[in-house]
């Protein structure tokens, strides 16, 4: 009875071993489905802006693209230089990470490091709100109320202006940086820290000597993915910066970035038209800026990279 018991536990055994392998090798399965899913899409919209901004390229030249310092494609005369744009949006974008990494980071250590639980039950909360504000809101900010700010202390030819854009693009910035490095800096094993306070470490020695060094790969995709935020931010950028499409790097001029073009422009142009087309050139410029932040960003990560057993 012993030995007939046994064997039909092996059997049941090596049923539920098989099941389990079956599982196993579906869920494998559906999840690699999912991660090629994923890469397909992004190769999809890849090529739906390049197959679109062919027949551009083909009637414009890329030379007059890159190079032109006029946008114009709804003119008598249409004007299809880029520059104006990009001027726009790396102005705004980086300006507005200038503001953002620094208040940033300094949150960050003091959430993380520094501030007691009853601070901590308030401010994470509110980082998070901040976050979440949809973006319309931010950009009725910066039209009414900064903009006039910005003109008591400047007075600048523009209310609306690259500024004005910047700081509100800031403000958004701050926390997605700060949700994303602060779980970077509580990720880092607290037996760092308290060997370093055993080597007679001040806490700011050890703030700035040992955490974050150790936490540095993801504050760098924290201010990676905020400064994808800033490029890719259309609504606000839209409200506060002007709009005035002209090339120039004065942050107190009025500006146009690419997403607020694409915005403005695309219910204009007619499908198919040389307009229609050189907005799809215009999306892929952007698409391509933000792979490359993304792109950047990745390589310093895996540099960077520390493994902490």
């Known amino acids: 009875m012993n030995g ?33 899913f994923s890469v397909l899409i992004l190769a999809l919209v890849f090529i739906f802006l390049i197959t679109n901004s062919i027949p551009f390229f083909q009637s414009v030249g890329l030379t007059n693209f890159f190079t032109g310092t006029q946008w114009d494609p709804f003119g008598s005369e249409a004007m299809w230089g880029v520059l104006p744009l990009l001027s726009g949006t790396l102005l705004v974008s980086f300006v507005g990470a200038i503001i953002a990494i620094p208040i940033g980071l300094g949150c960050t250590i003091y959430l993380s490091e520094l501030a007691d639980s009853k601070i901590k039950k308030i401010l994470k909360p509110a980082i998070e709100i901040l976050a979440g504000v949809p973006s319309v809101i931010y950009g009725l900010f910066a039209a009414l109320v900064l903009s006039n700010w910005i003109m008591e202390l400047f007075d600048p030819l523009y209310r609306l202006n690259a500024l004005n854009g910047a700081i509100i ?6 926390p997605i940086q700060v949700s994303i490095s602060e779980e970077a800096l509580n990720a880092v094993p607290r037996n760092l820290r308290e060997a370093s306070y055993a080597m007679g470490a001040t806490r700011w020695e050890t703030i700035k000597g040992v955490i974050i060094p150790a936490a540095l790969p993801g504050i760098i995709a ?88």
Request: proline share 1%; glycine share 8%.
């Open 169 to 174: 693009l800031a403000i958004m910035m701050i």
């Open 222 to 309: 924290s201010i990676a993915l905020a400064i994808g935020r800033a490029v890719g931010e259309t609504m606000a950028v839209l409200m506060a910066t002007g709009n005035a499409s002209q090339f120039s790097f004065d942050i107190l001029t009025s500006v146009r970035t690419m997403t607020a073009a694409l915005a403005i422009d695309v219910p204009e142009a007619a499908i198919g038209s040389l307009q229609y087309q050189g907005l799809f050139a215009v999306g892929l410029l952007l698409f391509i800026i933000t792979f490359v932040i993304n792109l950047i960003a990745d390589m310093v990560l895996s540099k960077y990279q520390e493994t902490y057993k």
């Open 4 to 36: 007939w018991e046994n064997r039909m536990e092996i059997k049941i055994y090596k049923r539920e071993n098989r099941v389990r392998r079956y599982a196993e090798s579906g869920i494998t399965g559906v999840l690699g489905v999912c991660g090629i």
